[in-house]
């Protein structure tokens, strides 16, 4: 039950202030006035809205964007892991800055849409821009349920049109020409596991013994791994996994005879156990640089700011001559190395990699993928998730059921998969052959 209360302001003269109960059970005000009968409809209006659900703390509603984001948005939401990592990203790369001092109450779609012209502006990608208005429009969905805002900023608001591209599938010879270049036997094996699996990188890579059914050829798609920044990670630790893939389902799908085979082989000589992973990391010293041969004689450098030269491939070349050429960086490279090896220079540790087994993607993509890409000589920037492209499209290509290549690449949706149909490069062949017949009869 509400009531007013009476106290006497600095120049002597009564004042009413009114009390009510929330739906928490406490004493709030809903403001001071002159009069009684003023304050009494005040804490009777409060009350009403309390019974209707629709009351709330004042003074909520005049908190900043970034207390809300901070105090309140973040720290309650429920999301994954990695969907965390990002929007946290997000929010104080694109949106904090531009909203943070604002206060919720005050924040208009007139506000959006500066903020989403002065990304446009900035040179964000349009797709960027709608990820980070999706992230907004989250906040405040959140913000309006919970009574802090009375109108929902982001609807209405337009963000630039994201063209449609259309898909570039790995054909089989660019396959062989890249899997041929990768290094080592252990990733080629990876590679074309993903490419017969059609799996997803975190799914492939926490793929362990006793997901593979050897005798019926059937692998079992129950978790993934995923990696994230350590501050994101329940446990602080670089890699979480996850025990269910993307699409929250178990899927069951068979292997052929050949890449069964080999993985059988894989276990053997790698000797694994059953929860032992498949494809495991394994690091490698970096590989010393060559020494740039060195002609007789070097000769000297350019003239330096006073007008001194030195011989090539020496420590005054390098420091006094400013000299980068290959033979003065490789004799000053030489130089350090002696010196860090004799524990001087304060040498540091070797950088690792931060793993418990699993493969980093950086490492993979880095150390193993790009240099085979390059090495093939293939134009087509082939990225490891466009092995899960290909596999979709040359399962459809080949005349597979729509619904079994959904199954196997774990689609929510059946226009997923669609979308990997007719997509190779000979796609139109069939047409053009309809073409061509139909004309020849009316000649």
């Known amino acids: 039950m509400g009531f007013s209360r009476k106290r006497v302001a600095k120049n002597g003269k009564p004042r009413y202030t009114a009390y009510y109960t929330d739906l928490r059970g406490r004493e709030l005000s809903a403001g001071t006035f002159a009069s009684k009968k003023e304050a009494d409809k005040a804490w009777q209006k409060a009350e009403a809205k309390v019974a209707e659900g629709q009351a709330g703390n004042p003074a909520r509603k005049k908190q900043t964007f970034r207390r809300y984001v901070e105090k309140e948005w973040l720290p309650n939401h429920v999301m994954e892991a990695t ?150 990670h329940p446990q602080g630790k670089r890699f979480l996994i996850k025990d269910y893939p993307k699409d929250r389902e178990f899927r069951r799908f068979k292997l052929s005879p050949q890449i069964t085979t080999k993985l059988k082989q894989h276990i053997e000589d790698k000797k694994l156990e059953p929860d032992d992973l498949l494809f495991l990391y394994q690091h490698e010293e970096p590989a010393q640089k060559p020494k740039p041969e060195q002609p007789e004689p070097l000769g000297l450098t350019d003239p330096n700011a006073a007008g001194r030269r030195y011989r090539h491939g020496t420590l005054s070349a390098y420091s006094a001559g400013k000299c980068r050429c290959p033979h003065c960086r490789s004799a000053y490279a030489t130089y350090r190395a002696q010196r860090r090896s004799t524990g001087k220079d304060n040498p540091r540790n070797l950088r690792s990699w931060n793993t418990d087994g699993h493969i980093p993607r950086r490492w993979f993509r880095d150390h193993i993928w790009r240099p085979a890409l390059t090495a093939s000589g293939l134009e087509f920037k082939v990225k490891m998730h466009d092995l899960r492209h290909a596999h979709a499209s040359w399962l459809l290509a080949g005349g597979a059921d729509l619904q079994v290549v959904k199954e196997r690449l774990g689609h929510g949706s059946i226009s997923t998969t669609e979308k990997y149909l007719h997509t190779l490069p000979d796609a139109d062949d069939t047409a053009l052959d309809a073409l061509a017949r139909t004309r020849a009869r009316s000649r």
């Open 83 to 232: 969907t965390r990592e990002g929007y946290t990203y997000s929010i104080y790369a694109h949106i904090m800055t531009w909203f943070g001092s604002m206060r919720m109450v005050e924040i208009m779609p007139s506000d959006v849409r500066a903020w989403v012209k002065d990304q446009h502006d900035r040179g964000l990608s349009p797709t960027t821009i709608r990820l980070n208005k999706s992230i907004l429009s989250g906040i405040f969905t959140t913000a309006l349920n919970d009574q802090i805002t009375s109108l929902h900023p982001c609807k209405g608001v337009k963000t630039p049109t994201i063209a449609k591209k259309p898909l570039r599938i790995v054909t089989p010879e660019e396959f062989d020409k890249l899997y041929f270049a990768l290094p080592t036997e252990d990733a080629r094996l990876l590679a074309e596991t993903a490419i017969e699996s059609g799996m997803r990188w975190g799914e492939l890579t926490e793929l362990r013994v006793k997901d593979l059914d050897l005798l019926s050829r059937i692998v079992t798609v129950s978790r993934t791994i995923v990696e994230i920044n350590p501050k994101h």
